[in-house]
């Protein structure tokens, strides 16, 4: 290559002394109108030559010179990058290995070397979140949105560090930065609506349930979130009719049984809306029919203490003995009818009605009211047999309401049970889980 363009040059000259050889007259360089210079033709053919080669010599000097430091630089940043992922990579193993120190010391390693490594910042925040020190995870996570205020991760454990400090304006805020960059994030929905849950805020709950059922695609999920929707609208009409507004109130639970027929709690929320009223006798009627339509056991409680109450109870032993008839191997329905007979005083019925159940199954309850009913009579001995078979496990009088969902046993009822969150879910199950 040397020795090519030495030839280039030496040809170069030759032609510029053969031409010079030939071409001796004199041009005249004009500085002014009357200052010029008299030179050689050749020579100022030569000037124009040089100064252009010098010129582009400069130019590829400064581009060389350009491209050298850039490289050097990449070459330094490349070097930098390498070092930062050892440590990222050493800190991640100790991570999986559970050496949450020595983790944070190789990510701290990597910040020294990077400050704005997006992953190392992450990861430190979510250590310190681990350790519970909601300061220092701030602090990471906030350095996370200076270098990208996008970042939805940064944002969701912000979101998550301010719900566990009950700072909830600020977690609804973070909720909704993620929202404006994705509307359908479901961890933003599924937290936006843990903070309404948690304030009673229904219509916000309700709002937002819709917005997760909008963004699910798995039709397993759709149908729960759907379930969910039913249940957040119950407690919004429950809380309405708490607050004394009835037409909401009655409007969601009315809705709510057009679409799930057995959702027993809006039955109850309609009763309710009626006694408010002061419909008593509508909301009994109602009941009957709602009884008839699902054969649920808690609304035939629930007819039991309302008539009880105003006064009628052979309305009360009729609709027993209706549903008796329609389900003759209940041994819930007859435990109840036995259980009404003796709130009645009628020891002789009840007595009746509990014989059927000698089948060899333990049922606590059934020997509270047996005993009860020998107690009334006078009969100690048998009452005491009776009484003596429940001191091992202490039970009352009362039936318990429990959960076919979790298996959560409550003293009183709920329209959700507080074991799974889950609505609709309470019931009595004497044949089943109450059995000993």
Not at 115 to 122: F, K, M, V
């Given at each position: 290559?040397?020795?090519?363009?030495?030839?280039?040059?030496?040809?170069?000259?030759?032609?510029?002394?053969?031409?010079?050889?030939?071409?001796?007259?004199?041009?005249?360089?004009?500085?002014?109108?009357?200052?010029?210079?008299?030179?050689?033709?050749?020579?100022?053919?030569?000037?124009?030559?040089?100064t252009g080669a010098a010129f582009m010599f400069l130019v590829f000097v400064v581009r060389d010179t350009r491209h050298y430091i850039k490289e050097k630089k990449l070459q330094k940043r490349r070097r930098k990058d390498e070092i930062v992922e050892q440590y990222y990579s050493r800190a991640i193993h100790n991570l999986i290995g559970k050496h949450t120190d020595e983790a944070l010391e190789d990510?701290?390693?990597?910040?020294?070397?990077?400050?704005?490594?997006?992953?190392?910042?992450?990861k430190t925040g979510d250590i310190y979140y681990e350790k519970s020190d909601n300061i220092k995870s701030v602090e990471y996570y906030q350095k996370v949105?200076?270098?990208?205020?996008?970042?939805?991760?940064?944002?969701?454990?912000?979101?998550?560090?301010?719900?566990?400090?009950?700072?909830?304006?600020?977690?609804?805020?973070?909720?909704?930065?993620?929202?404006?960059?994705?509307?359908?994030?479901?961890?933003?929905?599924?937290?936006?609506?843990?903070?309404?849950?948690?304030?009673?805020?229904?219509?916000?709950?309700?709002?937002?349930?819709?917005?997760?059922?909008?963004?699910?695609?798995?039709?397993?999920?759709?149908?729960?979130?759907?379930?969910?929707l039913l249940g957040y609208r119950y407690e919004n009409g429950k809380q309405s009719l708490e607050n004394g507004d009835i037409e909401t109130a009655k409007k969601e639970f009315k809705e709510i049984i057009k679409i799930q027929e057995d959702f027993i709690p809006a039955h109850l929320g309609i009763a309710e809306v009626m006694l408010k009223e002061e419909a008593i006798e509508e909301a009994v009627t109602y009941l009957e029919k709602a009884r008839e339509r699902t054969k649920s056991p808690i609304i035939l409680a629930r007819l039991e203490d309302l008539l009880i109450t105003i006064g009628e109870p052979s309305r009360l032993l009729k609709i027993y003995r209706t549903a008796i008839t329609e389900d003759m191997a209940s041994d819930?329905?007859?435990?109840?009818?036995?259980?009404?007979?003796?709130?009645?005083?009628?020891?002789?019925?009840?007595?009746?009605?509990?014989?059927?159940?000698?089948?060899?199954?333990?049922?606590?309850?059934?020997?509270?009211?047996?005993?009860?009913?020998?107690l009334k009579r006078g009969e100690l001995e048998r009452a005491v047999e009776e009484f003596l078979r429940l001191i091992d496990i202490k039970k009352a009088l009362w039936i318990p309401y429990i959960c076919q969902h979790c298996k959560t046993q409550l003293d009183e009822w709920s329209g959700r049970c507080p074991g799974c969150s889950k609505w609709n879910t309470l019931t009595f199950d004497l044949q089943g889980i109450c059995k000993i």
């Open positions: 290559m040397f020795k090519f363009i030495s030839f280039i040059i030496i040809v170069f000259l030759f032609t510029i002394f053969y031409l010079a050889l030939y071409n001796m007259n004199t041009v005249k360089l004009m500085i002014t109108n009357e200052f010029y210079y008299e030179l050689p033709q050749i020579a100022l053919i030569m000037a124009s030559i040089t990510f701290e390693l990597a910040l020294r070397e990077n400050a704005e490594h997006i992953p190392s910042l992450i949105l200076k270098s990208d205020d996008q970042n939805i991760e940064a944002l969701c454990r912000l979101a998550d560090i301010m719900m566990r400090m009950k700072k909830d304006a600020e977690a609804l805020e973070y909720c909704e930065r993620v929202l404006g960059l994705e509307q359908d994030n479901l961890t933003a929905l599924y937290k936006k609506r843990e903070i309404y849950e948690t304030q009673t805020d229904w219509e916000q709950v309700i709002q937002t349930q819709r917005q997760i059922i909008n963004a699910i695609a798995n039709a397993a999920e759709l149908e729960k979130e759907k379930d969910k819930t329905l007859r435990l109840f009818q036995g259980k009404l007979y003796y709130r009645l005083e009628m020891l002789d019925d009840a007595m009746d009605t509990l014989k059927g159940f000698d089948t060899g199954v333990f049922y606590p309850e059934l020997h509270m009211l047996r005993g009860g009913i020998y």
